[in-house]
């Protein structure tokens, strides 16, 4: 594969045998990515053998796309039935899945789910656990979510994460697409900008852990990642050959999580951070932020850690005598007052993989001491954090966490407890290993909010 060169295409429906070892697949069959691309819908209905579809948007989306949808299958004489969902903001939650459910036509054998973010979710829930195949027809550039695997829904208050498949089609008509809101533009151009520190973090645990890292799929993620940088000016102008660039960044990002078989090259730390903060607006009752925006105002914190971490010079054979703080009853009462009702599920996953045990951390902080030289000079190849604000104020989207409405205590919280939501290594638990984690926080807290 000549990466300099690669579209989309090249992903599709065949297996590329990789010099990682593994055979790295995507069931994405078709993407469509170009103005006008909506017109195509009905050909790919009709050329994957499907009769009637089941066709989910809210009001904004229909608005947007969904009359249009309806009206290319009827032009091609595709039966179907739709449902709008009307909530102006719309929740996926119990309340909505249900309706769902209720609407849904079982004479259909697909869903077709108009919009993003929100009905991108449900329909890929929903389509999956009805074992129907779904397409995804996009409204805006604002997230990597359109080729994922998994769904985020709220459950009990909680924001939890499912099991779901990718759409067999992703339909992104640029004529729609660059009339999206700017902030979603913004957004999407950020989600973007969070693969600097999240392909540092992967290749940081592969370093640190062994873990499974592929250069390619990391190749892949950084070329998406300059195409998307080099659209700024255009992304800004709606230019729709730049939309086009960024949306297939975005669409990549969701191929290259099924190619690892997880969320490494698309989620790391700075999504760690997004994801806290979502939690935390939900238990506030706060209204929701865009996904994107959340990752930039993550990536810039978390370079700034690593700057940090790379002009510290280390004792090492003094933190490994320290003491490893140990997950007691302070602890988990720390866990009970940051995470709420989801606090039990934080205490067991610490209890089931004991992430933070002495062993485990001293495993751990043996090959950073090893490796140092390596994680250094990888550190080191970071953009600075300004330049990446800089990036962010250009597409006028937020850098700060104040402009989200984010206050230092909920700043502060989500640096030292992000990393205890997943068992994903990443340079907040290194720093915690190296118990640098509390001083960073407060060093980047005071700079922040001073
Ligand atoms: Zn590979
Ligand atoms: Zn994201």
Redesign the pocket.
Known sequence: MNLATMTIADFLDHPVVCNCGHCHTSDVKTVEIGPGALSKLPSIVKHLGYDKAFVLADCHTYRAAGQQVLTNLESRDIPYTSFILDADEVVPDEYTIGSVLMHLDPSCNLIIGVGTGTINDISRFISHRMRLPYFIVATAPS???FASTVAPLITNNLKTTYDAHVPQAIIADLDILADAPMPMIAAGFA?IV?KYTCLCDWKLSAIINDEYYCETIASIMRLALKRTIASKNGLLNRDKAAIGRLTEALVL?GIAMSYAGNSRP??GSE?HL?HFWEMRFLFENKKAVL??AK?GIGTVIILRLYEYLAKTHFDFAKIKASPTPKPNDAWKAEIARVFGPAAEGVILLEERVGKNLPAKRGQRLASVEKHWAEIHSLISALPPSDEVAKLLVDIQGPMHPKQVGLDQAAVKDSLLFAKEVRNRYTILQLLWDLQLLEPYTNQIVNELYQ
Do not use: Q, R, T
């Open positions: 997230m990597d979510g989600d969070g990002a698309a989620s999504h997004s996904h994107g990752v």
